[in-house]
T-cell receptor
Framework: AQSVTQLGSHVSVSEGALVLLRCNYS??????LFWYVQYPNQGLQLLLK??????LVKGINGFEAEFKKSETSFHLTKPSAHMSDAAEYFC???????????FGTGTRLLVSP | DAEITQSPRHKITETGRQVTLACHQT?????MFWYRQDLGHGLRLIHYSYGVQDTNKGEVSDGYSVSRSNTEDLPLTLESAASSQTSVYFCASSTGTVTGELFFGEGSRLTVL
């Protein structure tokens, strides 16, 4: 079965610094991969998704992720962190079957002034 | 605007009681899902439905049931609530394409005493 591993339950950066959130996947078939963001007391919303069209995927709010098959990774980056980026971020892979997403354990991003 | 709403947003109940969490979407989506979110586990799939009269078990379905009598609603029932079911529950829906976006409700926080 497909799965994802997110390294680091918490990541702290300063405002303006590079954001790097790590995600590695395990899949027996070419995967569909997703990043979702959860702001406090809200549901999840889609940041970006990889569907095999392009390995570098751009999402909302300046985030992007690169699919690297050789490393089985789909890390999320943003060149310059903003205070409003503080949230929890989830990597997910689409399991066999329609959109049964398997989520990672999440990474909480903390942004300091 | 189309939306997905969950009720109640917060509930406290006692062990052994039956509890139903409501989920209503106005997207006219075929696919609906229930996840639970717990610290250290991310989101785990409880039940899902690909259309009216269709229901399927997810990875943590024991103690939960769902029914789908129309397109808009997928209520989640805890037959006999247990303390281990204290969690935040999220309902989501999607169009049905394999790479389509999941739209999440804002969550229902359930405490079982």
């Amino acid at each position: 079965a497909q799965s994802v591993t997110q390294l680091g339950s918490h990541v702290s950066v300063s405002e303006g610094a590079l954001v790097l959130l790590r995600c590695n996947y395990s899949s027996s078939v070419p995967p569909y991969l997703f990043w979702y963001v959860q702001y406090p007391n809200q549901g999840l919303q889609l940041l970006l998704k990889y569907t095999s069209a392009a390995t570098l995927v751009k999402g909302i709010n300046g985030f992007e992720a690169e699919f690297k098959k050789s490393e089985t990774s789909f890390h999320l980056t943003k060149p310059s962190a903003h205070m409003s980026d503080a949230a929890e971020y989830f990597c997910a892979v689409s399991d066999t079957g329609f959109q049964k997403l398997v989520f990672g354990t999440g990474t909480r991003l903390l942004v300091s002034p | 605007d189309a939306e997905i709403t969950q009720s109640p947003r917060h509930k406290i109940t006692e062990t052994g009681r039956q509890v139903t969490l409501a989920c209503h979407q106005t997207w006219n989506h075929n696919n609906m899902f229930w996840y639970r979110q717990d610290l250290g586990h991310g989101l785990r799939l409880i039940h899902y439905s690909y259309g009216v009269q269709d229901t399927n078990k997810g990875e943590v379905s024991d103690g939960y049931s769902v029914s789908r009598s129309n397109t808009e609603d997928l209520p989640l029932t805890l037959e006999s609530a247990a303390s281990s079911q204290t969690s935040v529950y999220f309902c989501a829906s999607s169009t049905g394409t394999v790479t389509g976006e999941l739209f999440f409700g804002e969550g229902s926080r359930l405490t079982v005493l």
